[in-house]
DNA sequence: ATAGGGCCTACAGCAGGTAGAGGTTCAAGG
DNA sequence: CCTTGAACCTCTACCTGCTGTAGGCCCTAT
């Protein structure tokens, strides 16, 4: 039996986190001690570090919930699972191309700044207007 | 003197999110009509795409607020203005090395996955046991 | 028996908005 | 001039994924 800051200790998971994540039904609500403390099992454990593990790799939770559902039935068919891994890495890509366009508009824009007061700032300038850009950056930052 | 609505589909900011960057201080408050609707000058719509503009670029809120302000005093010297763009072009190559990190054991997850059932499924069990990754990925999603 | 860490609930707040309810205003067409 | 209906108003709650705080109990070692 272990204690919420063990399972804290263990996955690196804040007190606060384990809470939530039983609030939000992601962990099973444990029993509780005479005093009215949560007591986790050694599954437990396994779970939330399949959970942090999973929001390392940048699962969102609602993700993690279906993997997990498909964890606790090993009989059902495993392309489920692979399913939501390929969307997840679909997601990563785009994100990273879409830092990539950022990363190089931004850079353009340092280093063409050699001005020395603002009035003269290409930083500014290019954020003041749109048409300076190259790329056609329209989502926003994430 | 423009709607709301207006600056709305000039700069593809949704009315409420103009009336949020009121309300937390990015847009200064607008005249409004006789009967109470807001009426803003052009000046208006060009802070507006600057902040637009910034967002688009990843900028967060508090820095598009100093990068305004600088704006606003033409005679200050550029480097505030550089300084910010290049902690964003670091802070956007931050996160493309952490999700590139992502995409690799993301990728490798997926292409190992060859077998029925969920029982066998390298996907759900690579997120069971951390070990079973090449990188450290500490850091949580983003 | 007591000290002091860890635990409890409940609620507020972060970024950066988005959505809806319920009600008013504006401008164009008849 | 009047009506219609789109666009505007305020207010509040919600989203993701937590994190922090207040005020109070539990548990165990000494």
Redesign the interface.
Known sequence: MHTIGTLSART?TKVQTIRYYEQIGLMREPGRSSGGQRRYHEADL?RL??IR??????FPLDAIRE?LD??D??????AE??S???R??RQ??L??AR??A??K???R??AE?D???????R??EV??D?SE?LTE??????
């Open positions: 690196g396994d570090a399949f593990h999973s929001r390392q790799l940048g993997l498909l964890s039935s090993p009989s059902r068919p495993c699972a692979d939501i891994a390929r997840q890495l990563v890509e994100r990273i830092l990539q950022l990363r508009e931004l850079k824009m340092v700044c001005g020395d007061s603002v009035a003269e700032c930083v500014l954020l003041r749109h850009c950056h329209e989502e926003i930052g994430a």
